[in-house]
């Protein structure tokens, strides 16, 4: 038996070569813009997503300072009628005393809400606030 001869692979010319370092340049170049293209979107992204949460964050802030106004107020007086009610009408005390209302007005103390600070102003863009 013979032995086949192996046939090696012819090297590649100088213009094959080129047209590979081309080709791959070509795909490079394509990837970068496919890069910076995606960079961008995601970018308007969020700068799209930090202007609904600035909005979002005010109508909170709106919201707690409505209620810290007018609901606060109301619900404390109504505690503290509550616990007058319960010394006056046995019947009712132990439902006072079961959820702390005994003690008189004013005893029981409610957490009371902090006031909120107002939203900070937005810093131009691409500027960081740093405290040192």
Known sequence: ????????SSTPT?????????SLRHIVISLLVLAI???????????????????EANNLRTSI?????????????FRDRLAEYSKTHRDFAPVA????????PGSVTLQTPAT???APSAAPAGVSKQKK
């Open 1 to 8: 038996m013979e032995n086949p001869e192996i046939k090696s």
């Open 14 to 22: 100088a213009n094959q070569l080129q047209e590979q370092v081309d």
């Open 37 to 55: 293209v995606v960079s961008g979107t995601f970018t308007l992204f969020l700068l799209r997503q930090s202007k609904y949460a600035r909005v």
């Open 65 to 77: 300072n409505e209620y810290n106004n007018t609901n606060y107020p109301v619900i404390r007086d």
């Open 97 to 104: 005393q079961k959820y702390g209302l005994d003690q008189g």
């Open 116 to 118: 909120v600070a107002p």
